[in-house]
């Protein structure tokens, strides 16, 4: 970008120096014609110098603001999905089931304490000494309905599939199935949106680039998601800087 702004003031310098050039060696006749043509010259490439500053930085804050309130609906998505997992067992692959779980599933309350009890094959092999072990006993204490633990008097969990900001009518990609790893089978999600759709009305340059950064303050690659189909992974690909993403 500098070398372009660069490129932009020497031309308008050049062009300032050729009206006066102009002014000092063309006939008086042409002078009028061939001053506003340079003038308007210099008067574009003005604004094309600062359009190459200015695009740049509104696309950030634009890209920034939509990033943000799509990332509050990704992280919705994955509590929801690590909840369904903690009573399920697995991960939700559709929306429909997902916002159902919310709706009607609970978490039961435990309470795990030590406890002492006679061990009877023990006993029975000391020939009747009594014997005793120790065990762990888990007390239900109750149960909580999911819908209140994680969203409390909200309902925003019923449209957290739409993408919030871009292109109207966007949903989130979502995917569940299992992984496994050292012969241990494990439950994956991932939900994830194309930078494409978040920005689609800027320019297509700056997507363009955006799609293809890597860099420890950026979303990398061309997506932002949470989870992740090809390892075990809850996380999101965000940096912090746009606040927690595990």
Avoid: C
């Avoid at 006939?27 to 200015?54: A, E, H, R």
């Avoid at 020939?127 to 209140?148: A, H, M, R």
């Avoid at 299992?178 to 320019?203: G, M, R, S, T, Y």
């Avoid at 700056?206 to 996380?235: F, H, P, R």
């Amino acid at each position: 970008m500098f070398k372009i702004i660069l490129i932009a003031v020497v031309v308008i310098l050049v062009t300032i120096g050729l009206v006066k050039l102009v002014d000092k060696f063309i006939p008086s006749k042409f002078k009028p014609i061939l001053i506003i043509v340079l003038w308007v010259v210099i008067g574009f490439l003005g604004y094309q110098t600062f359009m190459s500053v200015y695009e740049p930085i509104q696309f950030n804050k634009i890209k920034n603001k939509r990033y943000a309130q799509v990332i509050t609906n990704l992280i919705d998505i994955r509590d929801a999905q690590l909840a369904h997992r903690q009573v399920t067992g697995k991960f939700a692959d559709n929306f429909d089931n997902l916002v159902k779980f919310i709706d009607t599933a609970q978490f039961t309350i435990t309470q795990r304490r030590d406890s002492t009890i006679i061990d009877l094959e023990a006993t029975k092999r000391f020939g009747g000494v009594t014997t005793t072990k120790e065990i762990i006993v888990v007390d239900t204490l109750g149960f909580v309905p999911v819908k209140d633990s994680l969203f409390k008097t909200s309902t925003r969990y019923k449209t957290m599939m739409n993408v919030p900001v871009g292109q109207e009518g966007a949903k989130f990609e979502l995917k569940a199935g299992i992984l496994e790893q050292n012969e241990v089978k494990i439950p994956v999600f991932e939900a994830k949106v194309k930078k494409d759709i978040i920005l689609f009305d800027q320019p297509r340059d700056l997507v363009i680039q955006e799609n293809q950064v890597v860099s420890v303050d950026g979303v990398n690659g061309n997506a932002l998601k949470v989870g992740s189909m090809d390892e075990v992974n809850t996380t999101g690909n965000w940096p912090k800087t746009y606040g927690a993403n595990d």
